[in-house]
């Protein structure tokens, strides 16, 4: 009787119209104290052959069918990352035009990767898992961990850096905290998506040893141990499949090797060919182009590969029933995992906390990068006047960039997040200094903000000039946008210089004015031929909702930064191996012959000087380090190494480091990066406070991808700890032994 009642209550939250008598016992796939897998048998068992096909394919722009006479809900996707995307019409793009799917808007996946902090990963997750609850979508698409291959991608504001280390630490936190709301993540783009520019035709070359070793690390954590519910097939092809239909990423690696038992849902459109997709791993298709008129179906996504004519080789025998059951037996997963959990909680949108949780991310991953003679932060004991220039300080950046663009609930831009802060302590004036070009609207979205300037260059750089002669600080907002071509999906950016002659900008206001602050919103690193003319410069990305709130805090020291970047910033395009070796963009093939010298690897391989380090961030106080140490001088592959390192705040302004550690390899049969990241911690200090940092060698930090044996080695040798506050800023070292077992 309980369970009869219980599965009444999962009935009636799943919204079903079945009725179930008092007397009827509990369908075992009703039942939440049984295994998943006998509940998932049951109710394929009940299905018939439609209703599992249906399942397979999208029936509106962002949903699935569930199966109503069995009270199995509809599932409900919705972009991703960074906020929970505004309703669209049924079958379009357009917004529907609801009045409650404001969102908040959360920084760029750029910005949280730029914290090197997983606590605030699993914020950000349980943060936006709440968001996508209340909103009653059960898979997020999101997050994106495509590995930053070259600065052009315009995607790369919705990735988590370069480094596949620190990509995958960061992604475990994200995916825990937005499935603990019983919402699957779905992590995308599975796999090689590096660029924009040619993304449906490109098929992408590389070497086993680069894919597992650069590619696919973040991925297998996403699955193995963030244990994510969901993964989306890139658009590229990999060995001339499209990644969405592809044996050799999901049914060889994600699922054989893996052992990933989610669902591969389609990219929106990415899918070509019914066989590939019946037979090489993907549950869901979603997004396709469709044409149900002149198929003369009953709606347009019958027309899907894995609709009508999936269906019509079932029925035929040619493919198999069990081809439909493998696919369906993983949506069925999804859905006992997210709708038909009955002990999920419920969620919240919009709310003060989730804004808070917002600015704490933003506030942590905002990057210092140069601040000569502590220009920073803003003395507001001092400053009379303060001059804002820059188009990026008033400028909407939550709408636009592609599918993740959101309708954000508000957005305080740096210019009015610096008045509030500044209040009447100073006057805060306000210069345009360039103009670019209109914003575009997103999906019916309007942007609602008119900031056409018909000014010529010289005008606009002569006023910004004017006002900035008597200013005591002035703050140049600038960077990229989310326009094409710029950081927005789609497109890549064409080169790696600043738009809008911003370039020309900064130098006359350098010129101008010695107490020059420039702080640039991307989610790219940017060229900066200024650099040395100009004393302070502030990483800042897309940070959504709170975005002025935080940049304010930083700029005037309520937060001491600490944010370090998640990839390099080179001085030239031609520093980076993509672009110095490869095909890039290649339509139709291209090779990535850098291999695994990608970012700060190749940087160190080729002995280049970036314009700042992968890893690099400054503070307002100082930090020391201590000597590293070893509890031994000597491991067996079965052994782990305890490395310690002692820390120490020596400012007089609380802050926080985050200690890095990279492994080099003296000598080993294939050529290895100089060093690689396996290790970080970030540690919080008070003025004076010392804290000492620990960290865990084992064999899988000594080991590299070995392509002939198919597997992870680690060759007995000599390896060194390097530890250090960013790539290139390393503060001791020592070294150990790997004996054979
Ligand atoms: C993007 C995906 C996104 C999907 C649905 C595609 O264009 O590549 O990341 O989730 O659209 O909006």
Excluded at 327 to 356: D, Y
Excluded at 389 to 414: F, R
Excluded at 562 to 585: I, Q, W
Excluded at 654 to 678: F, M, N
């Amino acid at each position: 009787m309980q369970k009869t009642i219980k599965s009444f209550i999962a009935i009636l939250l799943a919204g079903s119209p079945v009725c179930l008598s008092a007397q009827s016992s509990v369908p075992v796939y009703l039942d939440e104290t049984k295994p998943i897998e006998q509940r998932v048998e049951d109710a394929l068992s009940r299905m018939t052959l439609e209703e599992k096909v249906a399942m397979c394919h999208a029936q509106s722009k962002f949903s699935s069918r569930g199966i109503p006479r069995l009270g199995i809900p509809d599932n409900w996707m919705s972009d991703g990352p960074h906020g929970i995307r505004a309703e669209v019409f049924w079958d379009e793009w357009d917004q529907a035009g609801w009045t409650n799917d404001s969102c908040t808007a959360f920084p760029a996946l750029t910005c949280l990767a730029a914290s090197w902090n997983p606590e605030m990963s699993a914020l950000y997750g349980k943060s936006i898992g709440e968001e996508a609850r209340y909103r009653n979508k059960n898979v997020l698409l999101g997050p994106g961990v495509n590995i930053y291959r070259t600065p052009l991608n315009g995607r790369n504001f919705e990735y988590m850096g370069e480094d596949p280390y620190l990509s995958s630490r960061m992604v475990i936190p994200y995916i825990q905290g937005v499935q603990s709301n019983g919402v699957a993540a779905c992590v995308k783009h599975f796999a090689l998506n590096n660029q924009e520019t040619n993304r449906h035709t490109v098929n992408v070359n590389i070497d086993d040893r680069t894919l597992y070793e650069i590619y696919l690390p973040a991925f297998k954590a996403a699955v193995q141990e963030g244990k994510a519910w969901a993964i989306m097939g890139a658009y590229n092809k990999y060995k001339g499949q499209w990644c969405g239909q592809n044996q050799y990423l999901l049914n060889d690696i994600l699922r054989g090797e893996w052992g990933f038992d989610g669902v591969v849902v389609s990219d929106w459109g990415g899918i070509n060919n019914t066989r590939q997709a019946i037979y090489n791993g993907l549950d869901m298709e979603f997004g396709s182009w469709t044409d149900g008129l002149s198929e003369g179906t009953s709606d347009a996504y019958s027309n899907y590969y894995l609709a009508t004519p999936f269906l019509k080789l079932l029925k035929s025998g040619e493919v198999k029933e069990e081809e439909v059951d493998k696919k369906v037996r993983n949506i069925l997963r999804l859905v006992f995992r997210t709708t038909m959990n009955t002990k999920r909680p419920w969620g919240s949108f919009g709310t003060p906390e989730h804004g808070a949780a917002g600015r704490k991310i933003a506030e942590e991953g905002i990057v210092l990068l140069k601040n000569e003679q502590n220009l920073l932060p803003i003395d507001l004991t001092k400053a009379k006047k303060i001059l804002v220039v820059g188009e990026n300080a008033v400028k909407v950046m939550t709408i636009g960039g592609g599918s993740s663009s959101l309708k954000a609930k508000y957005e305080i831009s740096p210019q009015e997040g610096i008045k509030q802060r500044i209040g009447n302590q100073a006057e805060v004036l306000f210069a345009r200094g360039y103009a670019g070009e209109k914003s575009k609207a997103q999906d019916g979205l309007q942007v609602g903000q008119d900031l056409t300037d018909n000014r010529s260059e010289d005008e606009l750089i002569a006023e910004a000039c004017n006002l900035a002669k008597d200013a005591d600080y002035v703050l140049f907002i600038g960077g990229l946008n989310k326009n094409d071509g710029q950081d927005s999906e789609g497109n890549d950016r064409s080169g790696l210089g600043l738009p809008y002659n911003q370039d020309k900008v900064i130098g006359a206001l350098a010129k101008t004015n010695k107490n020059l602050v420039v702080i640039n919103i991307s989610g790219n690193a940017v060229a900066m031929p200024w650099v040395n003319e100009v004393p302070a410069i502030v990483q800042a990305w897309y940070l959504g909702s709170e975005a002025g709130h935080a940049i304010a805090s930083i700029l005037t020291g309520d937060v001491n930064p600490s944010g370090k970047l998640p990839f390099t910033f080179p001085v030239r395009l031609e520093d980076n191996g993509a672009h110095k070796l490869g095909d890039y963009p290649g339509k139709e093939e291209e090779t990535y012959r850098e291999g695994i010298f990608v970012g700060y690897r190749w940087i160190d391989k080729e002995k280049i000087k970036p314009l700042f380090s992968f890893g690099h961030g400054l503070s307002y106080t100082t930090f020391t380090y201590g000597k590293v140490t070893a509890d031994k001088k000597e491991m067996t592959p079965e052994q782990t190494l305890s490395l310690r390192v002692k820390v120490k705040n020596t400012g007089n302004r609380k802050g926080a480091e985050t200690v890095q550690l990279y492994i080099h390899d003296d000598k080993s049969s294939l050529p290895r990066p100089v060093k690689e990241l396996k290790g970080f911690k970030k540690v919080f200090l008070e003025p004076g406070e010392e804290q000492e940092v620990v960290f865990t060698v084992d064999k899988k930090a000594l080991s590299f991808f070995d392509p002939a044996k198919h597997d992870w080695i680690a060759e007995p040798g000599t390896f060194e700890a390097w530890v250090g506050a960013s790539s290139t800023d390393i503060k001791s070292k020592i070294t150990f032994k790997l004996n054979s077992l």
